[in-house]
C-alpha cells in the first residue's frame, strides 16, 4: 500500500479538522478512496472524511484496508510538514506501522505504529432536514466567537429570509443573524423554521478546519442533529452534532 500527495497541505489540514473531536479512529481504503467514520469519545458527534482516489498522485493499494490510528499522534506528525512538500504514505513489510515521508528542501521520514481499533460500521444519521444554509466560514467564526461570550451553548436556526445564531446566559444575550441577500449568505432554502442547540465548544472545533472565505453547508431541523460539511482542497469533511433537548 502506498499513497503519494503532491501537496502535503489538505491532507494537513483534514488530519488537524478530524483530530479535534476523535482521538483514535481507522482508515478505510478502498478502490476509489481514502475515507474514515467515527464518533468522539462522548459519542454526541461524528466526522465522516473522504478524499477520493483522483486526488492523489499516487494511489496503490492490494485489497481494501483498514488502518487503526492514533489521530492526534498523526495529527502531530502531520504538523510537521510544510504545506509545499510532497506526501508519502506506505506500509511496512511487517504492517505494523505507517511509513510517513515528507520530501521538500529535505526529506524527512516517520514511522507512526498501527494500533488495534475494533469499530462497527457507523452509518450516517438519516434525517430529512428542513433548512440548508451554504454561507462563508467567517460568519460561523465571528457569531461563535460573539457568543462564547456569552454562553456554552448556543441556537442555531433558521427564519424565511434568515440565518441566526443566538445564545443567552445570566451574562446577557447575543443575536448574530445573517439576511438572504447578504453577500456571505449563499444560499438558503427552508421548508419551515428551523433552530436547535448545540454545545458551543463542538461547533468551535468544527470550524476551525476551513478559511473564513470557504464556503460552508449547515443543514437543520427542529431538535434534531446539525450536518456541518465543506471542502478543504480535494478532501470533504461532513460532521454531524447531536442538539440539547431542553425540557418544557
Same mark, same amino acid.
Do not use: C, W
Given at each position: 500500500?502506498? +499513497?503519494?500527495?503532491?501537496?502535503?497541505?489538505?491532507?494537513?489540514?483534514?488530519?488537524? $479538522?478530524?483530530?479535534?473531536?476523535? @482521538?483514535? $479512529?481507522?482508515?478505510?481504503?478502498?478502490?476509489?478512496?481514502?475515507?474514515?467514520?467515527?464518533? @468522539? =469519545?462522548?459519542? +454526541? /458527534?461524528?466526522? %465522516?472524511?473522504?478524499?477520493?482516489? /483522483?486526488?492523489?498522485?499516487?494511489?496503490?493499494?492490494? *485489497?481494501?484496508?483498514?488502518?487503526?490510528?492514533?489521530?492526534?499522534?498523526?495529527?502531530?506528525?502531520?504538523?510537521? $510538514?510544510? /504545506? !509545499? %512538500?510532497?506526501?508519502?504514505?506506505?506500509?511496512?513489510?511487517?504492517?505494523?506501522?505507517?511509513?510517513?515521508?515528507?520530501?521538500?528542501? /529535505?526529506?524527512?521520514?516517520?514511522?507512526?505504529?498501527?494500533? !488495534?481499533?475494533?469499530? $462497527?460500521?457507523? =452509518?450516517?444519521?438519516?434525517?430529512?432536514?428542513?433548512?440548508?444554509?451554504?454561507?462563508?466560514?467567517?460568519?460561523?467564526? %465571528?457569531?461563535?466567537?460573539?457568543?462564547?461570550?456569552?454562553?456554552?451553548?448556543?441556537?442555531?436556526?433558521?427564519?424565511? !429570509?434568515?440565518?441566526?445564531?443566538?445564545?443567552?446566559?445570566?451574562?446577557?444575550?447575543?443575536?448574530?443573524?445573517?439576511?438572504?441577500?447578504?453577500?456571505?449568505?449563499?444560499?438558503?432554502?427552508?421548508?419551515?423554521?428551523? *433552530?436547535?442547540?448545540? =454545545?458551543? @465548544?463542538?461547533?468551535? %472545533?468544527?470550524?476551525?478546519?476551513? *478559511?473564513?472565505?470557504?464556503?460552508?453547508?449547515?443543514?437543520?431541523?427542529?431538535?434534531?442533529?446539525?450536518?456541518?460539511?465543506?471542502?478543504?482542497?480535494?478532501?470533504? +469533511?461532513?460532521?454531524?452534532?447531536? =442538539?440539547?433537548?431542553?425540557?418544557?
Amino acid at each position: 500500500m502506498k +499513497i503519494v500527495l503532491e501537496k502535503a497541505a489538505d491532507f494537513q489540514k483534514s488530519i488537524s $479538522a478530524i483530530s479535534v473531536l476523535i @482521538d483514535e $479512529a481507522e482508515f478505510t481504503l478502498d478502490e476509489n478512496a481514502l475515507l474514515l467514520k467515527a464518533t @468522539d =469519545p462522548s459519542q +454526541i /458527534s461524528m466526522v %465522516d472524511f473522504k478524499m477520493e482516489k /483522483s486526488a492523489f498522485k499516487e494511489y496503490t493499494i492490494d *485489497s481494501k484496508m483498514k488502518l487503526g490510528m492514533d489521530l492526534d499522534y498523526l495529527n502531530q506528525i502531520m504538523s510537521r $510538514a510544510k /504545506s !509545499d %512538500d510532497l506526501l508519502s504514505i506506505e506500509l511496512n513489510e511487517d504492517k505494523s506501522r505507517l511509513l510517513v515521508q515528507f520530501k521538500g528542501a /529535505s526529506t524527512r521520514k516517520f514511522q507512526v505504529p498501527l494500533i !488495534d481499533i475494533s469499530s $462497527a460500521e457507523l =452509518p450516517n444519521p438519516k434525517i430529512e432536514f428542513d433548512a440548508t444554509v451554504k454561507l462563508r466560514a467567517g460568519v460561523l467564526q %465571528d457569531a461563535f466567537k460573539d457568543a462564547a461570550l456569552i454562553s456554552t451553548h448556543i441556537s442555531l436556526g433558521v427564519e424565511s !429570509d434568515s440565518f441566526f445564531v443566538r445564545a443567552s446566559s445570566s451574562k446577557g444575550s447575543v443575536d448574530n443573524e445573517t439576511k438572504k441577500d447578504d453577500k456571505n449568505l449563499l444560499e438558503l432554502n427552508a421548508s419551515q423554521p428551523a *433552530s436547535s442547540m448545540f =454545545p458551543l @465548544d463542538y461547533l468551535r %472545533d468544527m470550524l476551525k478546519g476551513p *478559511s473564513s472565505d470557504s464556503e460552508v453547508t449547515v443543514k437543520l431541523k427542529t431538535n434534531a442533529p446539525v450536518e456541518i460539511s465543506y471542502a478543504i482542497g480535494a478532501a470533504n +469533511i461532513t460532521y454531524f452534532l447531536a =442538539p440539547r433537548i431542553e425540557s418544557e
